[in-house]
């Protein structure tokens, strides 16, 4: 048995073409939000406050009020993330990931403007755009947001996480490197940054050799994004892992043993079908 | 040699003073009140639940090296070791956490306020908007328009 010649593409194409379009629709926002705002100099934030109602003008606004003007007196009765002061949320920060600093930022208003005034955004954009200043033709430069480049904004720590958040599929989350290919062909999606699990990555760092087949992935384990050659590393440092059954034997006989033929999906083929089920129908084969 | 502390609330902890140098203030402070050391040095930051925690890590760490603070290492890569004391240290309730970081932060303990923000750093990254939310008893204080905005912002998360 070999793997099959004709495979039907037309459903990886249908989500290519899915993924180019909402990278040029942000782009395209996200272009004409900037000239906007370059053209009247009004930050969109508190534009559309200031739209939306003008009785919230003062809360609305994103800058708010400084975080550590509060008097002795009244501390305890604060909530904890007041009291605790900037820099100490800064060392506690500086252990997430990207992606997991960007869903802290979605807590409150105070947390954004911690979030959004980390060292790190700029150092992800310096590397991200590493020829802003010389106008070199950078391939990274053209093919990253579909070649638009940033334009120096009002308030610079604020538009470096939200430039980094808009291109953030392209960007690897542990070597901040980008993967910008204009062209599709075969490798296009080998080489994109894919999650990964972060309990597998923080495995690799400590030199774990082997997980078990059976690691409990807990569902509060996120995914981060990781370039191919980050992917490697960490698969190298530790490896996936099979059940005890399957080693020694060929490829095709694992993927028959544990995954449905398409014989047999055609004639059961429901929806809503579950996992049970399917590992029900692949114990029953006989020659198990 | 002794050096005695007093909590916020009045409590009185005698310890050594090797002990009590791990933390940079005290160790600045004795340096400058060598003549009049009769009476206790007060912490008006720190309580005397949270002051206990405190010496009872400093009795514990105080043969370890000093740990040069402005060594620049990006620690999301590297993970720091935990010896199983402190991994029992480190089972205390999440709002005692959060106060013996204040503690550590006001006292300027370096090493435990490292382990603290790790502990902190691990409970946060799990969590989802929400939750941290519930944690913190934080209100959500976006408008709708910013919350639109945010969350198509940061499709990157749903993922």
Same mark, same amino acid.
């Given at each position: 048995m070999s793997l099959p010649k004709n495979v039907d593409l037309s459903g990886l194409n249908l989500i290519l073409e899915q993924i180019?379009?909402?990278?040029?629709?942000?782009?395209?926002? +996200?272009?004409?939000?900037?000239?906007?705002?370059?053209?009247?100099?009004?930050?969109?934030?508190?534009?559309?406050?200031?739209?939306?109602?003008?009785s919230h003008t003062n809360s609305s606004n994103l800058k708010g009020p400084s975080l550590v003007t509060l008097e002795p007196q009244h501390k305890r009765n604060v909530g904890i993330e007041k009291r605790v002061p900037i820099e100490v949320w800064e060392r506690i920060l500086q252990f997430l990931y990207p992606s997991q600093l960007s869903?802290?930022? *979605?807590?409150? &208003?105070?947390?954004?403007?911690?979030?959004?005034?980390?060292?790190?955004?700029?150092? *992800?954009?310096?590397?991200?755009?590493?020829?802003?200043?010389?106008?070199?033709?950078?391939n990274n430069n053209e093919t990253l947001l579909g070649g638009i480049k940033p334009v120096s904004g009002k308030n610079p720590p604020k538009d470096f996480m939200q430039y980094i958040c808009a291109a953030s599929f392209q960007?690897?989350?542990?070597?901040?490197?980008?993967?910008?290919?204009?062209?599709?062909? +075969?490798?296009?999606?080998?080489?994109?940054?894919?999650?990964?699990?972060?309990? &597998?990555?923080?495995?690799?760092?400590?030199n774990v050799e082997f997980l078990p087949f059976t690691y409990p992935i807990r569902p509060k384990d996120w995914t981060i994004r990781l370039c191919f050659s980050c992917r490697k590393m960490v698969f190298a440092r530790c490896?996936?892992?099979?059940?005890?059954?399957?080693?020694g034997k060929s490829l095709d006989s694992l993927v028959t043993k544990y995954r449905l033929t398409r014989n047999e999906i055609a004639p059961n083929h429901q929806s809503g079908r579950l996992y049970s089920e399917e590992v029900a129908l692949v114990k029953a084969r006989p020659h198990l | 040699m002794k050096v005695t502390l007093e909590s916020s609330d009045g409590q009185v902890f005698t310890v050594d003073k090797e002990v009590a140098e791990l933390s940079v203030i005290i160790k600045e402070m004795l340096v400058i009140e060598q003549a009049n050391q009769d009476h206790p040095i007060p912490l008006l930051n720190v309580g005397a639940v949270e002051l206990a925690k405190v010496i009872?890590?400093?009795?514990?760490?105080?043969?370890?090296?000093?740990?040069?603070?402005?060594?620049?290492?990006?620690?999301?890569k590297k993970p720091i070791e935990m010896d199983d004391w402190d991994k029992q240290f480190?089972?205390?309730?999440?709002?005692?956490?959060?106060?013996?970081?204040?503690?550590?932060?006001?006292?300027?303990?370096?090493?435990?306020?490292h382990l603290g923000c790790r502990y902190a750093a691990d409970i946060v990254k799990r969590m989802s908007p929400t939750e941290i939310r519930d944690l913190f008893q934080i209100d959500d204080d976006f408008t709708p328009e910013e919350q639109d905005k945010i969350e198509w912002e940061k499709q990157w998360t749903k993922l």
């Open positions: 180019i379009e909402t990278i040029i629709d942000r782009t395209v926002e +996200k272009l004409v939000e900037r000239t906007r705002n370059n053209s009247t100099g009004i930050d969109t934030s508190t534009q559309t406050a200031d739209e939306s109602s003008n869903r802290v930022s *979605m807590v409150c &208003r105070t947390f954004y403007e911690i979030v959004s005034g980390l060292a790190l955004w700029s150092e *992800m954009f310096a590397k991200v755009y590493p020829n802003n200043n010389n106008n070199n033709n950078n960007i690897c989350e542990v070597c901040y490197s980008v993967y910008g290919g204009s062209d599709i062909s +075969k490798d296009w999606l080998a080489f994109f940054p894919l999650p990964i699990h972060v309990w &597998r990555v923080r495995a690799a760092a400590k490896p996936e892992s099979v059940p005890d059954d399957a080693r | 009872e890590y400093c009795e514990h760490h105080r043969n370890d090296p000093t740990i040069d603070d402005d060594e620049d290492y990006d620690s999301r480190t089972i205390v309730n999440k709002e005692m956490m959060f106060e013996l970081i204040l503690a550590a932060n006001s006292m300027q303990v370096k090493p435990l306020l």
